[in-house]
């Protein structure tokens, strides 16, 4: 999950805004330990969030190219069944 106040749940999760997590409408995370970190830290304000589990082991070097392939193919699974919002 991230945002322009998130920071990775494994390094600080305190500093994931509450705002953030209360503004979204789909939560995704890599690991089922970061879908109980989520829940646990914001179980009052996850109301009608959708919560996704990549299932991806959070062992990865930053901006890994197998990381962002393997990211993109479990993501696209995901995207077509989210319903687009549109501003205008």
Not at 20 to 29: E, G, H, K
Not at 56 to 77: G, K, Q, V
């Amino acid at each position: 999950m991230w945002g322009d106040d998130a920071i990775p749940l494994r390094l600080q999760p305190q500093q994931v805004a509450r705002e953030l997590v209360r503004w979204a409408d789909v939560i995704v995370v890599m690991e089922k330990v970061h879908r109980r970190k989520v829940q646990q830290t914001f179980r009052r304000r996850l109301n009608r969030q959708r919560m996704i589990c990549l299932d991806i082991p959070d062992d990865y070097a930053f901006m890994d190219p197998d990381l962002a392939l393997l990211l993109e193919t479990r993501m696209a699974r995901h995207l077509s069944h989210l319903p687009m919002h549109h501003d205008e």
